[in-house]
């Protein structure tokens, strides 16, 4: 299984960037995808999940409101769109993928994982 990211670059405070995760290698009927974030100096932490079924999503309080996780089956992708981005949001942006349809947390419950994408918000 292979995750390819995209669509990171240089936003200004308030702007918006959609990321895309494309799944490779097999076809997800079920699991979660999700994005994690690390910014400098700072742990990976989950940012927003969502179950292949379409029935599950998670946020968490620091995007709630701004970022909306979509995932289209037919392509085999998961999207991130951010909008109201803010300097804090600036970090690597990696998405991963587990073969339970449980949305968790902890990075290590996640088995494939694509390389990151830089997203950088300017004040």
């Known amino acids: 299984v292979q995750l390819q990211a995209s669509g990171g670059g240089l936003v200004q405070a308030g702007g918006s960037l959609r990321l895309s995760c494309v799944a490779s290698?097999?076809?997800?009927?079920?699991?979660?995808m999700g994005w994690f974030r690390q910014a400098p100096g700072k742990e990976r932490e989950l940012t927003a999940a969502?179950?292949?079924?379409?029935?599950?999503?998670f946020y968490a309080e620091f995007v709630k409101g701004r970022f909306t996780i979509s995932r289209d089956n037919a392509k085999n992708t998961v999207y991130l769109q951010m909008n109201a981005l803010k300097p804090e949001d600036t970090a690597v942006y990696y998405c991963?993928?587990?073969?339970?349809?449980?949305?968790?947390?902890?990075?290590?419950?996640?088995?494939?994982w694509g390389q990151g994408t830089l997203v950088t918000v300017s004040s």
């Open positions: 991963a993928a587990r073969s339970s349809s449980v949305v968790v947390r902890s990075m290590s419950s996640y088995e494939y």
């Open positions: 290698g097999r076809t997800f009927s079920s699991g979660v």
């Open positions: 969502i179950t292949w079924s379409g029935i599950g999503t």
